[in-house]
């Protein structure tokens, strides 16, 4: 049963509020509708596309949170933060970064995404790796989006090293995971918690 048209834009606005990374395809499998009625759909309602959301969450985040890096220094586009505790970043591959004889994507943007975000994630003006122990579980390939969630290890974390642990995923499943002892100058203060 096809859903009327105000009925389904009314859910499309309720469904990227609740995760505005939502690209047009998986919408329209989502809605049972076109991809083009998607961008119709996203027009008449004055949602930008993926490309303009990212950005804008990537930016507000980049002014209001992350202290350790500038926003050109970040690879990939921080889309959520916590500092000291969680962050979320994105990286779209592309043909440029992937090697041309097979097309899968070179390990050291993987690592770069999950390194800057492991530092990102730091509430101190000045954050290091120190050491890193990585796994790259699967190939990424050129056209994959490449989400990466930094978590603070508190646990294992001291007064003078702080663990960070990234997973990265394309589609849900684990292509590369990290584990960062980073080195922070100042601000132990969620220790203290």
């Not at 992350?66 to 591959?93: P, T, W, Y």
Request: some cysteine.
């Amino acid at each position: 049963m096809r859903v009327p048209k105000r009925e389904r834009q009314r859910q499309l606005e309720l469904s990227l509020e609740q995760n505005p990374f939502l690209t047009d395809e998986e919408l329209s499998k989502q809605f049972k509708v076109s991809v083009q009625t998607i961008r119709l759909d996203r027009l008449e309602c004055g949602i930008p596309e993926l490309r303009k959301r990212l950005q804008t969450v990537a930016e507000r985040t980049m002014d209001e949170e992350v202290k350790s890096l500038q926003s050109d220094e970040v690879i990939g586009e921080i889309i959520d933060i916590e500092l000291d505790k969680r962050a979320v970043s994105i990286f779209d591959v592309m043909d440029e970064h992937v090697f041309q004889r097979n097309g899968i994507a070179r390990g050291h943007h993987l690592f770069a995404q999950a390194n800057s975000l492991a530092v990102a994630v730091l509430n101190d003006d000045l954050a290091l790796t120190v050491t890193s122990k990585l796994h790259f579980v699967k190939p990424v390939k050129s056209g994959d989006r490449v989400i990466a969630r930094a978590i603070v290890n508190k646990e294992r974390s001291t007064e003078k090293r702080t663990f960070v642990d990234v997973i990265s995923t394309v589609e849900n499943e684990t292509v590369f995971t990290g584990e960062f002892q980073m080195y922070q100058t100042t601000n132990q203060s969620w220790r203290e918690t």
